[in-house]
């Protein structure tokens, strides 16, 4: 079982940075691959980024490649989600997600889900 608690959301500008946090439980975060999702209102959960356990594959949604990047420290149990460059589209509930050692860019291959943090970008 693993307990994964998402921060550093809030509001920013267009063109504006967050660095969003997920903090996971447990002592098995190492094995498992993890993912960042984002759901705006009206619309389907999208993959955003992911990251194998070793962190030496990145992954990432098309929209926001070169703008984006996920890392992880497997000794702090953390896994990041740094936005640079942000637009209005990127406005959404960001969620993060832990699931098996692959590329796995949609939720169904996720089995455990945080509780998501606001990110609102003005425009």
């Known amino acids: 079982q693993v307990q994964l608690v998402e921060s550093g959301g809030g509001l920013v500008q267009a063109g504006g940075s967050l660095r969003l946090s997920c903090v996971a439980s447990g002592r098995t975060f190492s094995s498992y691959g993890m993912g960042w999702f984002r759901q705006a209102p009206g619309k389907e959960r999208e993959f955003v980024a992911g990251i194998r356990r070793s962190a030496d594959n990145t992954y990432y949604a098309n929209s926001v490649r070169g703008r984006f990047t996920i890392s992880r420290d497997n000794a702090k149990n953390t896994v990041y989600l740094q936005m640079n460059s942000l637009k209005p589209e990127d406005t959404a509930i960001y969620y993060c997600?832990?699931?098996?050692?692959?590329?796995?860019?949609?939720?169904?291959?996720?089995?455990?889900w945080g509780q998501g943090t606001q990110v609102t970008v003005s425009s």
């Open positions: 997600a832990a699931g098996r050692d692959q590329n796995a860019y949609s939720a169904r291959w996720y089995d455990y």
